[in-house]
């Protein structure tokens, strides 16, 4: 027959645990890193709560690739700064992370010490700053040049051990777009002040949030110029968020320029093809001269307030992506990147035609194509 125990057994077993609790928890040899400054990181894995070491400020989070970085370090533990400008755009930040991982501070790229206040607990900083069309707030010099050299002089004051720049594919002081021109004075600024920086060149991005797949899905994209003919390798956001949360753990990526691209190069108008093809719609596409777009372009985006087509875009049609060959990739990362028409289902089955419901019905290939992208039991 079992006793059960009294009262003073049980405030007795309480105690013990309480006191077990409170020990301090011993940390292993593997536990801690030394960052490339000298500055130890404790690491220790366990799932949401995990702890990372790395205090991480990311500039631009609140934008696509942003959403990436944000989830995959707060996710390992690091405690994330995300400076913002608007509070309704980083509330979805909020639950990357455990509570209290993801920290939200104001600022301006005009105002220094709000720029300072972001970084100066810091051990990485990431900046991910940028913008395709002017507005009358902040033409692409006060974002890409400007801005960057108030953010590296920031990292600089405050010796953060790490400072990667996310710029652009193409970027070239010497481009014919502004775009592609203020990216490249940018990195020459970022690597004049803080030497060690990383420099990021992504190609055209795709995701759910991007503005390639999504723009040419809807029904607003209908003028363009030299028949779509541009030619470049789109990646996947995912992949570039691998690689940068890649690039905080490895210090031998300071000081390195990375090309990041998709593994197929395509035209616009191939993409096209495809996201027809994806969605059962054609999209019309009328092609204008540049001479006559350009100008309307440049009109109609100092006119309207809302983000339309720019003239710096129209340039940017007639000029291919080229590829630093001196720069690193994926592969120097151990990364194999996706290719695009593998997830085109993906992210435009909800801009589907009804038309859809009219087909006969999948052959068993077509059936075995489906099954890679959704997760079904049995042909119910």
């Known amino acids: 027959m079992q006793k059960s125990c009294g ?11 309480r006191a077990l609790t409170n020990l301090p928890r011993r940390q292993n040899l593997q536990d801690i890193t030394i960052t490339r400054t000298g500055k130890p990181i404790i690491r220790t894995q366990g799932g949401r709560s995990s702890l990372g070491g790395h205090t991480v400020t990311v500039f631009g989070a609140t934008g696509f690739l942003g959403r990436y970085i944000v989830n995959r370090l707060a996710r390992q ?7 913002f400008r608007e509070e309704m755009a980083k509330r979805h930040l909020k639950v990357s992370g455990d509570l209290g991982r993801v920290i939200f501070m104001e600022y301006d790229l005009r105002n220094t010490q709000s720029l300072e206040e972001s970084v100066r607990h810091s051990d990485v ?32 004051k405050y010796d953060v051990d790490r400072f990667i720049h996310v710029s652009s594919y193409n970027a070239d002081v010497n481009s014919p777009s ?20 990383t ?15 999504h723009k040419l899905a ?29 690039m905080l753990q490895d210090d031998t990526t300071a000081s390195q320029t990375y090309e990041l691209y998709g593994p197929k190069n ?16 054609h999209r019309r596409h009328i092609n204008l001269p540049k001479a006559i777009l350009k100008p309307v372009a440049g009109l109609l985006n100092k006119a309207l307030w809302w983000p339309v087509l720019t003239a710096d ?45 009219d087909l006969p019905p999948a052959t068993e290939r077509e059936k075995r194509e489906e099954k890679k992208y959704l997760h079904v039991l049995d042909d119910q």
Request: glycine share 6%.
């Open 7 to 17: 009262p003073t057994t049980m405030n007795s077993l309480r105690t013990a645990r």
């Open 77 to 83: 533990g690091c405690t994330v700064i995300v400076p």
């Open 125 to 156: 900083v990431y900046n991910l700053v940028g913008r395709t069309y002017p507005t009358k707030n902040f033409d692409l010099e006060d974002v890409h040049v400007e801005g960057v050299e108030r953010i590296a002089e920031a990292v600089a």
């Open 178 to 197: 502004e775009f592609y021109r203020t990216k490249g004075r940018g990195e020459a600024v970022a690597r004049s002040i803080f030497p060690e920086t």
């Open 199 to 213: 420099i990021v060149r992504p190609a055209p991005l795709f995701g759910f949030e991007d503005r390639l797949l």
């Open 218 to 246: 809807g029904i607003t994209n209908v003028f363009t110029s030299n028949n779509m003919e541009e030619r470049f390798w789109p990646v996947h956001a995912i992949d570039v968020g691998e690689a940068l949360e890649k």
């Open 266 to 281: 395509y035209s616009t108008a191939e993409i096209a093809e495809l996201v027809d093809r994806e969605i059962i719609k």
């Open 313 to 357: 875009e129209v340039e940017r049609e007639f000029i291919d992506q080229k590829i630093d060959p001196t720069a690193k990739t994926f592969k120097d990362l151990g990364i194999e990147p996706a290719e695009l028409s593998s997830l085109t289902f993906h992210y435009l089955q909800g801009y589907r035609s009804a038309a859809f419901y």
